[in-house]
């Protein structure tokens, strides 16, 4: 397995992901030249049906130019290691507290999860093969609060890509070959399906997260029901 490489250069701004939220590397002054180790790298992802907005902060500074909204990906962006200090607020509420420990030249995903007062955070390390030609790494986050476990298929495929998934769990980047695809959410005991998304397409080359979000049965007033979302992670 190797890190997943990525295009971002240590000190650059990186805008435009999630509809125009940008933020520059963790405060690196274009203008120092200390010698520094290389950086990590790492993605926020909103998956929380009632947390319509996060914002996010690293050692009580603001990075994002905006919050964070409901299935909103931030893109990867570049930290300094070591203990780091990360609070996730909607408003004035503090919704999660946390230390994360960054390691040098590794690359994270950062998914707030879950509903009303048991909101939280799922953390990943991304690390994939390269894909073979024609091939795409691709990953499953079952990220869907009252979805019971699941096996992930594809539509026509006859076994499944992903299988027995709870609520919080993902997978590991497999190679699939790149299509023009359907996903297909399975419930894992009785193999009834519970969705099929629509078509979506997998690129050579590339590496995807499918992210299974929203609620199966919402709840009086809340209208982000289940779907899924693919993610390009490079």
């Known amino acids: 397995m190797r890190k997943i490489q990525r295009t971002l250069v240590y000190g650059l701004c990186v805008i435009g992901f999630a509809g125009g939220l940008a933020a520059c590397s963790d405060f690196v002054d274009d203008n120092d030249n200390t010698p520094y180790p290389s950086p990590a790298q790492v993605s926020f992802y909103n998956a929380s049906p009632s947390a319509p907005q996060v914002t996010v902060t690293v050692d009580e500074k603001s990075f994002l130019n905006a919050p964070l909204d409901y299935t ?43 509903h ?7 953390v990943t390390t991304d690390t994939a093969n390269v894909p073979n030609a ?32 709870d609520y919080k769990e993902g997978s590991v980047f497999k190679e699939v070959t790149a299509r023009k695809l359907k996903v297909v959410m399975k419930n894992a005991d009785t193999d009834d399906e519970v969705l099929t998304s629509g078509e979506i397409t997998l690129q050579p080359g590339r590496y995807y997260t499918i992210i299974s979000r929203g609620y199966k049965t919402p709840p009086q007033g809340n209208t982000n029901t289940l779907s899924v979302q693919v993610v390009a992670n490079d």
């Open 72 to 114: 909103h990906f931030s893109g990867y962006l570049n930290f300094y290691t070591g203990n780091r200090h990360f609070k996730f607020k909607n408003g004035s509420n503090t919704l999660v507290d946390t230390t994360l420990l960054l390691k040098n030249n590794t690359t994270y995903s950062v998914f707030v999860i879950n």
């Open 116 to 122: 009303n007062e048991n909101i939280e955070t799922v």
């Open 134 to 165: 024609g091939k795409a790494m691709v990953r499953f986050m079952q990220l869907s609060p009252d979805v019971d476990q699941i096996d992930v298929a594809f539509e026509g495929d006859a076994e499944n890509t992903f299988a027995a998934l």
